[in-house]
C-alpha cells in the first residue's frame, strides 16, 4: 500500500513539472476543525479540464475513551465537467486515494496511569463529486462530498486490540467538505 502511494506522489510531483499553462490553488477545508483536524490542499491544473490535487491533514481528537493524533495524505484526480469554464472551476468529478497513520492511546476509567497504546494505519479510496468557484480569478470556494473505503491495521504495543474503537477510519464513510482558497 505504501509502494502504492508513493508511485501516486511521485506521478504527482513529476507532472507538476509537465504543464505549460496551469493554475495552483492552495485551500484550508473550513470543516475541518470541528473534528480537531487541520487540512491543506494544493491542487494543479494540468490540463483544460482536468486537475491533481494533494491533500494533507493532521489530527488529534478522541472517540469515546480512544485518543487519536496522526496524520494523512490524500492524493485526488479531477475532472472538471463543464464545457463553459477552464480548470479549476466547475463541477467535477474526483476518485482519490488516502493514506493515514494514527497513534493510539486507550485510558481506562480508574486507571490514570495506564493506558494501551498502539498505531493504526489506512489506505483506501473514493469518489468525490463537487463544485469550485472562483472569484475575482483569486478567490476559491470547494465544496465536495463523496463516498470512500478505508481498510487498515493496527499494531499494539501495549494492551489489548479490544481496547482501541478504530470504527471511524476503517470501513465505508463519507469525505465531505467546505474549502476557502486563493488561485495563482
Do not use: C
Not at 462530498?145 to 499494531?155: E, H, Q, V
Amino acid at each position: 500500500m505504501k509502494r502504492i502511494l508513493f508511485l501516486v506522489v511521485a506521478a504527482f510531483a513529476i507532472s507538476m513539472g509537465a504543464v505549460q499553462a496551469q493554475s495552483n490553488v492552495v485551500k484550508i477545508n473550513v470543516l475541518s476543525p470541528i473534528v480537531r483536524t487541520g487540512s491543506v490542499f494544493y491542487e494543479r491544473t494540468i490540463a483544460e479540464d482536468k486537475s491533481i490535487q494533494l491533500g494533507v491533514f493532521y489530527t488529534g481528537f478522541s472517540i469515546e475513551d480512544t485518543k487519536f493524533s496522526g496524520y494523512g495524505i490524500t492524493p485526488e484526480f479531477r475532472k472538471y465537467l463543464s464545457k463553459s469554464k477552464e480548470a479549476p472551476q466547475g463541477f467535477y468529478i474526483a476518485p482519490f486515494m488516502r493514506y493515514q497513520s494514527f497513534n493510539m492511546t486507550a485510558e481506562h476509567e480508574g486507571f490514570s496511569d495506564h493506558a494501551d497504546k498502539a498505531t493504526f494505519k489506512t489506505f483506501g479510496g473514493g469518489l468525490l463529486v463537487g463544485n469550485q468557484w472562483v472569484f475575482a480569478d483569486r478567490f476559491v470556494l470547494d465544496t465536495f462530498f463523496g463516498p470512500n473505503y478505508n481498510a487498515g491495521s493496527i499494531k499494539v504495543e501495549s494492551g489489548e486490540e479490544d481496547a482501541f474503537d478504530t470504527g471511524a477510519f476503517g470501513g465505508f464513510g463519507i469525505r465531505t467538505g467546505i474549502a476557502f482558497g486563493i488561485k495563482f
